[in-house]
């Protein structure tokens, strides 16, 4: 017996794929290699009210459990940018909870869901991934698949298996690391960013608010950085007396691909969306709404490819062709500036403290209004060329 | 000569993370909660090493 789609990987990428499948008529399978799904996770947990929205899913408090309306921003020397809005701009996600309500939407959309099943490899035929072998508690079982979504994480095996290289550089990932800590807030509705080379060389620390008195405190600094990203965070955690006196709750790490996306998105009978195939944006590393949406065009592609009975590379790869159109560009554009951000100095970022606003800072984590930055940098001789790879 | 990766348990938290930047397969996450060498493909680059954001990997 077999499925018309199998789904690797339960994160946000991998039930929004069998969600959407499914609810396009679709016999699915969505296997998940942890025994709980959502669990552990992975580092950072905000997500927008427009990237909720775009999931079509209305703000529930199970799993959206802090309002954020704004963030403030701290350059290397302490100079603050804040911006504040009066209305709600996105939330604090209870991951697991998360998580597990996107696989609970795909399930009740008629996918079958499986945790604690590992893909252990495909099944190949004349160049065509024709099905999935995956094991269960020891059980080996194989099962045809007419199209595979490879949704297996930043670990991503199943893309590989098939030929495409899936492998990070080390330039091109950012070492994570995170508590969850209950500590004293001021500002329990705003994000809190430190950036710095000391803080966090190519990255930096956050403190996202769950609650009045509870908070993830992260660190991402860049994987080819020399040091430990969880001393990093220890430092800094050690330098603040309000973090000090604080309790930790939980510990986790993760990888965060923030380069361009792989270099093709689908092969003949297989499709590859979220950490898996770099969907990130790699300014603040968020990639919950990147992989999302990329499932979903992932799973309405696969409806019509298997309704037509195409399920070739040429037919899939209009997944990554309506992706580039509706994400890739603007992804492209924001690794760009990234990738200028990173050369710049601490003195150099001070500068800019100094010349721009928290709506500014909004814009560019968007893939908006860089001329206002590159004008700036073009001012300054050493930056010019750094600028002119924003434009 | 270089050597080969050694995973130090105690301080590993499996997420994976290694395992995306391996050029050569030589790691992996079973069951999503155990990080597994492969003494045959690691060829001690230390890639791994470079990036673990916990300090839990070493060529040696």
């Given at each position: 017996m077999g499925?018309?789609?199998v789904?690797?990987g339960?994160?946000?990428?991998?039930s929004?794929a069998?969600r959407?499948a499914a609810?396009?008529?679709l016999?699915?399978?969505?296997?998940e290699k942890r025994?709980e799904?959502?669990?552990p996770?992975?580092?950072?947990?905000?997500?927008?009210?427009?990237g909720?929205?775009?999931?079509?899913?209305?703000?529930?408090?199970?799993?959206?459990?802090?309002e954020?309306r704004g963030?403030?921003v701290?350059?290397p020397?302490?100079k603050r940018?804040?911006v504040?809005?009066?209305?709600t701009?996105?939330y604090?996600?209870?991951?697991?909870?998360?998580d597990k309500h996107?696989?609970m939407?795909?399930a009740?959309a008629g996918?079958?869901?499986?945790?604690?099943?590992?893909?252990?490899?495909?099944?190949?035929?004349?160049g065509f991934v024709?099905?999935?072998?995956?094991s269960?508690?020891?059980?080996?079982?194989e099962?045809e698949?007419?199209?595979?979504?490879?949704?297996?994480?930043?670990?991503?095996?199943?893309?590989?298996?098939?030929g495409?290289n899936?492998?990070?550089?080390?330039?091109?990932?950012?070492?994570?690391f995170?508590?969850?800590?209950?500590?004293?807030?001021?500002?329990p509705d705003m994000?809190e960013?430190?950036?710095?080379?000391k803080?966090?060389?190519?990255?930096?620390?956050w403190?996202?608010p769950?609650?009045?008195?509870?908070?993830?405190v992260?660190?991402g600094?860049?994987?080819k950085?020399q040091?430990?990203a969880?001393?990093?965070?220890d430092a800094?955690?050690e330098?603040?007396p309000?973090?000090?006196r604080?309790?930790?709750?939980?510990?986790n790490a993760g990888?965060?691909?923030v380069?361009?996306p792989?270099d093709?998105?689908?092969?003949?009978?297989?499709m590859?969306?979220?950490?898996?195939?770099?969907?990130?944006?790699?300014?603040?590393g968020?990639?919950?709404?990147?992989a999302?949406v990329?499932?979903?065009?992932?799973?309405?592609?696969?409806a019509?490819?298997?309704?037509?009975?195409?399920?070739?590379?040429a037919r899939?790869?209009?997944?990554e062709?309506?992706?580039?159109?509706?994400?890739?560009?603007?992804?492209?554009?924001?690794?760009k500036?990234?990738?200028?951000?990173e050369k710049?100095?601490?003195?150099?970022?001070?500068?800019l403290?100094?010349k721009?606003?928290g709506q500014?800072?909004?814009?560019f984590?968007n893939?908006?209004n860089f001329?206002?930055?590159?004008?700036?940098?073009?001012?300054r001789?050493?930056?010019?060329s750094?600028?002119?790879g924003?434009l | 000569?270089?050597?080969?990766?050694?995973?130090?348990?105690?301080?590993?938290?499996?997420c994976g993370?290694?395992?995306g930047v391996?050029?050569f397969t030589?790691l992996?996450?079973e069951?999503?909660?155990?990080?597994?060498?492969?003494?045959?493909s690691?060829t001690?680059?230390g890639?791994c090493e470079?990036?673990?954001?916990v300090?839990?990997?070493k060529?040696?």
């Amino acid at each position: 017996m077999g499925y018309d789609v199998v789904v690797i990987g339960a994160g946000p990428g991998g039930s929004n794929a069998a969600r959407t499948a499914a609810e396009e008529g679709l016999d699915v399978l969505l296997i998940e290699k942890r025994q709980e799904i959502g669990a552990p996770k992975r580092c950072g947990e905000g997500l927008s009210v427009g990237g909720i929205k775009n999931l079509g899913l209305t703000p529930d408090p199970r799993w959206a459990i802090n309002e954020i309306r704004g963030a403030s921003v701290y350059a290397p020397n302490g100079k603050r940018i804040s911006v504040r809005y009066p209305e709600t701009i996105g939330y604090v996600l209870e991951r697991k909870i998360f998580d597990k309500h996107l696989a609970m939407n795909a399930a009740r959309a008629g996918a079958k869901v499986l945790a604690r099943t590992v893909a252990t490899g495909l099944i190949m035929e004349n160049g065509f991934v024709k099905g999935v072998r995956y094991s269960r508690f020891g059980e080996e079982i194989e099962t045809e698949a007419k199209i595979v979504v490879a949704a297996d994480g930043v670990e991503s095996k199943v893309a590989r298996w098939a030929g495409i290289n899936t492998t990070n550089k080390l330039m091109d990932i950012d070492a994570g690391f995170q508590y969850e800590m209950v500590v004293d807030l001021e500002e329990p509705d705003m994000l809190e960013l430190y950036f710095g080379a000391k803080i966090a060389p190519r990255g930096y620390v956050w403190i996202f608010p769950k609650g009045e008195d509870v908070a993830n405190v992260g660190i991402g600094i860049g994987g080819k950085e020399q040091g430990v990203a969880k001393k990093y965070l220890d430092a800094f955690i050690e330098s603040r007396p309000d973090l000090k006196r604080g309790s930790i709750l939980e510990v986790n790490a993760g990888g965060i691909p923030v380069g361009d996306p792989v270099d093709k998105l689908a092969t003949n009978g297989l499709m590859i969306v979220g950490d898996a195939a770099h969907q990130v944006n790699a300014i603040h590393g968020g990639g919950i709404h990147e992989a999302s949406v990329a499932g979903m065009i992932a799973g309405k592609v696969a409806a019509e490819a298997i309704q037509e009975g195409d399920v070739s590379e040429a037919r899939l790869m209009e997944y990554e062709h309506l992706w580039r159109e509706k994400r890739g560009k603007i992804l492209h554009k924001i690794v760009k500036l990234r990738q200028a951000i990173e050369k710049l100095s601490d003195d150099d970022l001070n500068m800019l403290a100094e010349k721009l606003t928290g709506q500014d800072l909004v814009d560019f984590a968007n893939g908006k209004n860089f001329m206002k930055l590159a004008k700036i940098m073009m001012r300054r001789p050493r930056l010019v060329s750094i600028a002119k790879g924003l434009l | 000569m270089k050597g080969k990766a050694a995973i130090n348990r105690e301080l590993c938290m499996a997420c994976g993370g290694c395992v995306g930047v391996c050029p050569f397969t030589a790691l992996e996450l079973e069951n999503g909660n155990k990080l597994d060498l492969d003494g045959e493909s690691c060829t001690g680059c230390g890639i791994c090493e470079r990036f673990c954001p916990v300090g839990a990997i070493k060529v040696v």
